[in-house]
Structure formats: structure tokens, C-alpha cells
T-cell receptor
Framework: GDSVTQMEGPVTLSEEAFLTINCTYTATGYPSLFWYVQYPGEGLQLLLKATKADDKGSNKGFEATYRKETTSFHLEKGSVQVSDSAVYFCALRGLSGNTPLVFGKGTRLSVIA | NAGVTQTPKFRILKIGQSMTLQCAQDMNHNYMYWYRQDPGMGLKLIYYSVGAGITDKGEVPNGYNVSRSTTEDFPLRLELAAPSQTSVYFC?????????????FGPGTRLTVL
């Protein structure tokens, strides 16, 4: 079945550092891909998405590119802030029927000043 | 719009007790979902619904029941609470499951079973 694999956390960075959180997936066809963010004590919020190969999703300085050839959707940000400290989830939705989202395990990011 | 709301925010249960986690959305979404989030394990789908009167099992449905009598509400029922059900529960909704459809999440209910 469909699955998502994310890099293990936690990830600790200094403010203004470059961030990469790796995400790879297994699915048939061309699933839709998502990054969700969960701030402390809150529910998940959609950060960005991409629906077809080579699409780039972007929001709040974060970017991710849908790479079909490597089945990846890595999240990047050029300069992180303390306010970016959160748990980040990669997710996919397959193509068949009423397919709900399949989530990765999440990567906790801590940014220190 | 309030979006997706969940009550209660926190709850402690004794083994064998029952309770209902409430979820409501005001976006007129057809699809609603219940997930549980265990530490370091991501989210696992418990049940979902594609419309009023229609529900289906997800990955981990055992020990839970749901109903969907209205478009707005999707309560989750625990009949005989067990320590393994200690988790954070998230309700979500979406307009559909078409390409790119976003799921909107509630703030979660933290449940402890002792």
C-alpha cells in the first residue's frame, strides 16, 4: 500500500540556518503530496502541497518540489526562525476512490536563537 | 467560520469507562475523519465518513465506533476504554478527495486512560 517515510528527528538548528527535511513516498501513479505543520498544542495545518510531477509548493518561505523520478518531496527553507519550531508531517493522497491521507511519522524541528 | 471544533480538550478515563469525543465542522464538508496520534508514530486513521449516514473503517478501528447523522457532526465513541487508547485524537474534514483537496484539522483531544 501507499506509504510515506520521513527523516527521523528531532532536528535542532540555529536561527537563520538552512533547513531540509527529507520525505520519500511509495505509491502507484501520481499521488498528491502535502506538508502539514503542527505547532505546540495545536492541530495540523496545511503548509504546502503539490499535485503533479515537478510542481513546487511554497508557503511562508518553505518550498518542496514533487520529484517523480526519486519519489521525493523534501521540505526546504533557506533561513529558519524560532517561530518555525514545530512538528512537520509529509503526507500523500493516492488516486483511487475515497483515499484518505497517509502520513509520515513527523519530524520535530527546534530552532534556537 | 469556526472551522473544525473538538471537545473536550483533555480527558482522563479509568479503564472500562466510556466516552464520546465530539467533532463538528461548519464548512459544509462532506468528508470527515478521525485520527489518533501516538508519540513518534505520526497519525493513524481510525474511521472516516464520506457523507451523512456513511462511515468506513480506517487503519485502526478496533475499540471505537462512529456515527454521522448530520453533515456537521462526527462523534467518536469509546465503549470500554483501555490504556492502549491513551493518545491525542484529531478530527479533520475536507470538501472531497479530489486532486489537491486539503484536510482541515481540529485542535485535538488529549485522552489518558488509567
Amino acid at each position: 500500500g501507499d506509504s510515506v517515510t520521513q527523516m527521523e528527528g528531532p532536528v535542532t538548528l540555529s536561527e537563520e540556518a538552512f533547513l531540509t527535511i527529507n520525505c520519500t513516498y511509495t505509491a502507484t501513479g501520481y499521488p498528491s503530496l502535502f506538508w502539514y505543520v503542527q505547532y505546540p498544542g495545536e492541530g495540523l495545518q496545511l503548509l504546502l502541497k503539490a499535485t503533479k510531477a515537478d510542481d513546487k509548493g511554497s508557503n511562508k518561505g518553505f518550498e518542496a518540489t514533487y520529484r517523480k523520478e526519486t519519489t521525493s518531496f523534501h521540505l526546504e527553507k533557506g533561513s529558519v526562525q524560532v517561530s518555525d519550531s514545530a512538528v512537520y508531517f509529509c503526507a500523500l493522497r493516492g488516486l483511487s476512490g475515497n483515499t484518505p491521507l497517509v502520513f509520515g511519522k513527523g519530524t520535530r524541528l527546534s530552532v534556537i536563537a | 467560520n469556526a472551522g473544525v471544533t473538538q471537545t473536550p480538550k483533555f480527558r482522563i478515563l479509568k479503564i472500562g469507562q466510556s466516552m464520546t469525543l465530539q467533532c463538528a465542522q461548519d464548512m459544509n464538508h462532506n468528508y470527515m475523519y478521525w485520527y489518533r496520534q501516538d508519540p513518534g508514530m505520526g497519525l493513524k486513521l481510525i474511521y472516516y465518513s464520506v457523507g451523512a449516514g456513511i462511515t468506513d473503517k480506517g487503519e485502526v478501528p478496533n475499540g471505537y465506533n462512529v456515527s454521522r447523522s448530520t453533515t456537521e457532526d462526527f462523534p467518536l465513541r469509546l465503549e470500554l476504554a483501555a490504556p492502549s487508547q491513551t493518545s491525542v485524537y484529531f478530527c479533520a474534514s475536507s470538501r472531497g478527495t479530489g486532486v489537491g483537496n486539503e484536510q482541515f484539522f481540529g485542535p485535538g483531544t488529549r485522552l489518558t486512560v488509567l
